[in-house]
């Protein structure tokens, strides 16, 4: 006997997504983005998966990296913040982690460190979301430096990341493009240099800017960075089903409430299932009533508050549902980008978020 909450994830459709990613730029090649735990589904797991597909992972920071290493990953890992202190620079290089380089101070952590081998350098150049990146007129002199260094690797790749590519007719996404694309014709440094500026949204609707080496992240793990129905999108399967059991059915009279805080009331006699799944599980405590939820293969309304260990749904409407039937909260048959919409966030932040309670169930 166990508390029947757990999450499954299908490590056969992470490679479809991660195959489908590689499909729509077949000259490019694609950077299998793990970081954050693989929002949510398992870092070693879903690196050992993708490991024979992708040629480099990416994680965010030198932890994440260590700790693949540690789990036997092989492969380069690119580090997509770069480096935290100067003192990672060398174990980059012993490691084989390729470094997005984010600013000045790291290009001279990077010449100044004393390192066993070359490391593999990412520009990163800030065409217009200002969060990270060198300022488009630092990057010659930044490349001139890199490539002058014996710790460099000579085949530096530059990059940048687009702020609203989730949003297909943002103008910026034209306006970060040109400010890149200018930066490459106008430069001597960047002549040559492979080009990698495709997160998600770019690798699935903007394939101007695929280029050399994409970026997927989240489209691996089978939700779409878009808000609106996209054919390439629509092509992706769900990795992670959060699914759990029914614990409790009972009636109530109308007028009779439900939950903390007694927030949600009966317009009519009732029939409520509970189910084993709250928000210590990594469901959204803010999900309102009416979020749907699945029992049995049938769509049917949150009611009443999210609890830490359980919610309760309204099944009135649906037939033959008692203790023991199977709840899919999001995955396979119910997108969890739904559930983020109803609870005011993104799918992003619902899988990220999702806590090690559930245990992650793996299947090929
Ligand atoms: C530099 C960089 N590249 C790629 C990604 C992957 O983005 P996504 O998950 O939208 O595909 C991220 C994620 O934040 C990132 O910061």
Redesign the pocket.
């Known amino acids: 006997m166990s508390r029947p909450c757990h999450a499954r994830i299908d490590l056969a459709a992470l490679r479809h997504n991660y195959q489908l990613a590689c499909d729509l730029a077949p000259a490019a090649q694609a ?1 299998a ?1 793990v ?1 954050a735990n693989a ?1 949510g589904h398992g870092a070693i797991a879903a690196a050992k998966a993708l490991e024979p597909l992708a040629p480099v992972l ?1 994680v ?1 920071c030198i932890e994440e990296a260590l700790e693949l290493r540690d789990a036997g990953i092989k492969k380069p890992i690119l580090l ?2 770069g480096i935290f202190s100067a003192d990672e620079v060398s174990i980059a290089s012993e490691q084989n982690f390729y470094l ?1 380089v984010e600013n000045l101070e790291q290009v001279q952590a990077i010449i100044q460190a004393n390192v066993s081998q070359p490391l593999h350098c990412w520009l ?1 150049v800030d065409t217009g979301m200002h969060r ?1 990146g060198l300022l488009p007129e630092q990057a010659d002199g930044a490349l001139s430096i890199l490539k002058a260094s014996d710790n460099v690797h000579s085949d530096i790749i530059i ?1 940048s ?1 687009f702020a609203s ?2 949003e297909l007719d943002n103008p910026s996404n034209q306006a970060q493009l040109e400010c890149f694309d200018h930066l490459i014709a106008q430069s001597e440094q960047t002549k040559g240099l492979a080009q990698s500026l495709a ?3 770019c ?1 699935l609707g903007h394939p101007q800017a695929h280029r050399q080496w994409l ?6 793990y089978g939700a779409s ?1 878009f808000t609106v129905p996209h054919t390439n999108a629509d092509k992706l399967k769900p990795v992670m089903s959060l699914v759990s059991e029914v614990i409790s059915v009972r009636p109530i009279k109308a007028g009779e409430r439900v939950g903390y805080g007694g927030k949600w009331q009966a317009e009519r006699d009732s029939l409520i299932a509970t189910i084993a799944c709250g928000y210590g599980d990594g469901y959204p405590r803010h999900a309102p009533s009416g979020t749907p939820v699945l029992i049995d293969g049938q769509e049917a309304p949150l009611v009443g508050r999210v609890s830490m260990d359980m919610i309760t749904v309204d099944i009135t409407e649906l037939k033959d549902i008692a203790i023991g039937c199977t709840a899919e909260m999001w995955g396979q048959n119910l997108c969890v980008n739904r559930i983020a919409d109803a609870a005011g966030t993104i799918g ?1 932040e619902l899988l990220t978020r999702m806590p090690a309670r559930p245990l992650r169930v793996y299947s090929e």
């Open positions: 950077v983005v970081k929002y990416g965010a997509l913040e997005m990163k990270l990059a990341h590519a989730d997160n998600s949204a690798v970026r997927p992240g989240f489209m691996l960075p992003y």
